[in-house]
């Protein structure tokens, strides 16, 4: 990696997240799919909306919360995605650059509102992630600061984009623009049903430009269309240069062509809500790969950012991830 | 107290919090009032909010927060108070009906935006208040229900609401109906700097229709010009049928024209947030008064949801309040 102005620029769905805790028969009275990310519509969203309990309003977006906490550990970031000139946009827009993201796309002045998600955190701190994409799925390739990519060591993607057939353009002129410039490339699979409606697309990605896959237990079994973990690393080590694979309570695995290293979870005395989990691992492990950390330490910073982010409501770190990275030695102060 | 439909209406300034904790410096480096309610412009809220860090929004409102406490202690309540047709505006119906209060006043479909409390938390958990009052200050006399207030056992004003002069025609206009209707009318005196702002109308008041008195030291100190808590027991003791004053760590004071009962507070492990401390006892206290409980039990039930309220940030209080005293044996089952 040489002397680029950005360690990671990430590219996602622009998102408020609507956060009320529920009990567990919520689930099925209001035939949610638990644990997944469904994509809902207006009028779905408002029927769901007045059934929940009082929520508290949170900025999210999977790529966007992974990009809020490399910034959180000091990294250089900034973020591509798209808002509305409405209320729920300025609090987006506020929250990713108070935590020193760079986030210089203008908001839409007509178009669909800004994007939400309707999160249902259960008393097991599941959280079942319910999507009104608003405007974030008219993210169009023209909207992609080529550029901007280009000048990051890292490009971050989050599959859930891969949804709407126009922001999936979008990711793959930022991919080809990233493989172009020599940088990295990495992903996230985002979803299991995710995975499952682009299979063949991201198997052939992965195959591809992507050089940093990022997924838990359940989405790349479903990649690989196994339910035993060996054989999904069997499957996976080898077609790019780092696959981390999240085990959620069991740590992880980083898998390089050459090996698989464990590493362990870092312990949460209350787990409340496991919205982010994902996204804050790879935070961690970023801005450890962009600071030219080993892999070992690189993954346990994405255990820690993980364990930060689960031990309260909301996918953004409430802590500064350097400092709370300095306290437990895992950075030099 | 009749058989009327409601235990208590409220009417107050419907507005969204939009809170960050902040250190200590931010107070002084942004010439904050700490402690204080602060009423702000368009122009000085974008400012101080650019500086703020990344925050999360929940629906506040003094009275607002009160009447949702009152409603989860299973009390009947109703709220009066104006929003937008907006996003924030959509907040804070949903969050106020989600709990079961009443609201069932029209979205403006034009003027300014939903209010909002930019509210800054301290290390010491102190807040203070940053308030762009957007289309609250527009509650206009004809807004208020006549015969929805003559249908409360107790009417619950906020003294924020005074600042304004159309909406202080609109609480004068509901506590005359209050009174007509011979129900009891509250009011809570809201911030030491409102009491010097309508110093001699509030002596008025509380000598006149207001029958329940909610204040702390400094509202009550401020009211009877005095530094002394003794001298101003003294001189609210026997104005008004009962005076409730808080203390913060110490408790509160239950004041009426025979005695005064000294409440403790509920011990509270980890104080986070201070904001809505003082509404969410005025709903403890207000539940249990409607539901003909001694004045004791009336105060044990606003120390305790006072105190679950301090231990998470956010005014609305995270748990049923009616199964937290169940739990505590201060109600029923």
Redesign the interface.
Same mark, same amino acid.
Request: glycine share 4%.
């Given at each position: 990696m040489g002397e680029q102005h950005y360690d990671v620029v990430g590219i996602g769905n622009a998102i408020v997240d609507?956060i009320? *805790?529920e009990p567990e028969s919520f689930i099925a009275d209001n035939d949610l799919v638990k644990g997944a990310m469904t994509l809902i519509d207006t009028e779905r969203a408002e029927r769901l909306? !007045?059934k929940?309990?009082? !929520? $508290?309003?949170?900025?999210g977006g999977s790529a966007a919360n992974t990009m !809020?906490g490399v910034a959180s550990f000091g990294g250089k970031v900034s973020y591509i995605g798209k808002v509305r000139d409405? *209320?729920?946009g300025t609090?987006f827009g506020?929250? $990713?650059r !108070?935590?020193g993201v760079d986030f210089d796309m203008t908001s839409a002045t007509d178009g669909p509102?800004?994007g939400r998600c309707l999160v249902v955190v259960t008393p097991d701190a599941a959280r079942t992630l319910n999507t009104f994409l608003g405007i974030s799925s008219l993210l169009h390739p023209n909207d992609v600061d080529l550029g901007l990519v280009a000048s990051a060591k890292v490009l971050y993607c989050e599959g859930y984009i891969w949804d709407i057939d126009i922001t999936k353009q979008a990711i793959r002129k930022a991919v080809e623009a990233c493989g172009a410039a020599g940088n990295k490339v990495s992903f996230t699979l985002s979803d299991s049903f995710c995975v499952e409606r682009h299979h063949s697309e991201w198997l052939e990605l992965v195959d591809g430009p992507i050089d940093i896959l990022f997924g838990n237990d359940d989405e790349i079994f479903a990649l690989y269309e196994t339910k035993d973990l060996d054989t999904a690393v069997a499957a996976v080590q080898g077609r790019c240069e780092i696959a981390c694979i999240t085990l959620g309570a069991e740590g992880s695995l980083v898998v390089t062509p050459q090996e698989v290293i464990e590493i362990p979870a870092e312990p949460v005395d209350n787990v409340v809500d496991t919205t982010g989990a994902g996204d804050l691992y790879a935070s961690g492990f970023l801005y450890g790969y962009t600071h030219g950390l080993d892999l070992a330490a690189c993954g346990h910073l994405a255990s820690l950012a993980a364990a930060e982010v689960i031990s309260h409501l909301?996918a953004?770190s409430?802590v500064s991830l350097h400092d709370l990275a300095v306290s437990k030695g895992l950075l030099a102060p």
């Open positions: 609507v009320s *805790q909306y !007045a929940m309990a009082p !929520a $508290i309003e949170t900025s !809020a409405d *209320q729920l609090v506020h929250d $990713i !108070a935590v509102p800004t909301g953004r409430q």
